[in-house]
């Protein structure tokens, strides 16, 4: 999952200044409206006061290609109202590595034994951590969102009850949960993202991290690739991508998963839990625990 960060190769960027209902909304349109890899969007707080009460809130967008203009008014306008909608403005991402500039000051982010962090907080890693290193310089997520953070609470749990024996992560992005599961179990991992650069960049982590020759992964669009079904049954499947395409995968996820297996799912809203359940239900799964994050549900879910 890409995280509010900009996708690869990002050149165009749309901005607006709401109050934090709207923003959030905008930018969660967006992040449903295209495929990762795409576009990108996030919303924060700027600390100024909006008028009418609160702090306003910035929402920005990136896109790898020039949007159309219209268009991106007709949707936000359809998120929050046409007045904000005129208040879009429009530009080229500056040029410099904002990638590396964004993620210089991130501190590392723990979830249980795991501690995701940059190189240059290797030293942070105690003996009993499971260091996670994500490359500042790759931009398909680096494990400090909630939704990621909630998947490794989840795996973490999980742990303390079983070790899954055959795992698949699906959007995999930078390969996060993926790594982290290949350095607890020492098994290979299956992993599959509908991006191509994701992909690379995931074997590349894998690597950085040590676990490349566990890491195994392909280029799919959920469970498509023939070499991730041939891995099927899963013991757990990670799915750390979209409310929507959770709801429209929920049958082939659920395909592959095995007898007693388990899936851990995130990148949905507050308000699209009800929605993905109900799919997952209709699939033989019921809810086994849940966090929520930074406006963000992870979800435990067992067959």
């Not at 749309?14 to 409206?33: G, M």
Request: proline fraction near 4%; hydrophobic fraction near 50%.
């Amino acid at each position: 999952m890409l995280e509010g960060l900009p996708p690869n190769n990002a050149a165009h960027k749309l901005s607006l200044i709401s109050d934090e209902r709207r923003a959030r909304a905008v930018a969660d349109l967006l992040a449903e409206s295209f495929e990762p890899g795409e576009a990108a969007s996030t919303a924060f707080e700027t600390g100024e006061a909006w008028p009418g009460g609160g702090r306003a809130w910035l929402m920005e967008a990136y896109f790898g290609w020039e949007p159309d203009e219209e268009a991106m008014r007709a949707l936000i306008a359809a998120a929050s109202d046409e007045e904000t909608a005129r208040s879009a403005t429009f530009g080229l991402t500056e040029k410099r590595d904002w990638v590396a500039n964004s993620l210089a000051d991130l501190k590392p982010v723990r979830a249980g034994r795991f501690l995701v962090h940059g190189a240059h907080d290797r030293a942070r890693v105690g003996a009993n951590d499971v260091g996670i290193e994500i490359e500042a310089g790759l931009a398909f997520g680096t494990g400090h969102h909630g939704t990621t953070r909630g998947c490794l609470l989840h795996f973490d749990r999980l742990l303390k009850r079983r070790r899954p024996q055959a795992i698949l992560d699906v959007g995999s992005g930078a390969g996060v949960l993926a790594i982290a599961a290949a350095k607890v179990l020492k098994r290979n991992i299956w992993l599959g993202d509908i991006d191509p650069i994701a992909v690379e960049v995931a074997k590349a982590n894998a690597r950085l991290n040590g676990v490349g020759a566990l890491c195994r992964a392909v280029v799919s669009r959920g469970v498509e690739a023939r070499a991730l079904r041939e891995g099927a049954p899963y013991d757990l499947v990670f799915a750390n991508i979209l409310a929507k395409p959770l709801r429209l995968m929920a049958p082939s996820l659920a395909a592959v998963i095995g007898a007693g297996g388990e899936a851990i799912v995130s990148g949905l809203l507050l308000a699209d839990v009800a929605g993905v359940l109900a799919s997952w239900r209709a699939q033989g799964f019921t809810l086994a625990e849940r966090i929520d994050l930074e406006g963000w549900a992870s979800l435990r879910l067992r067959r």
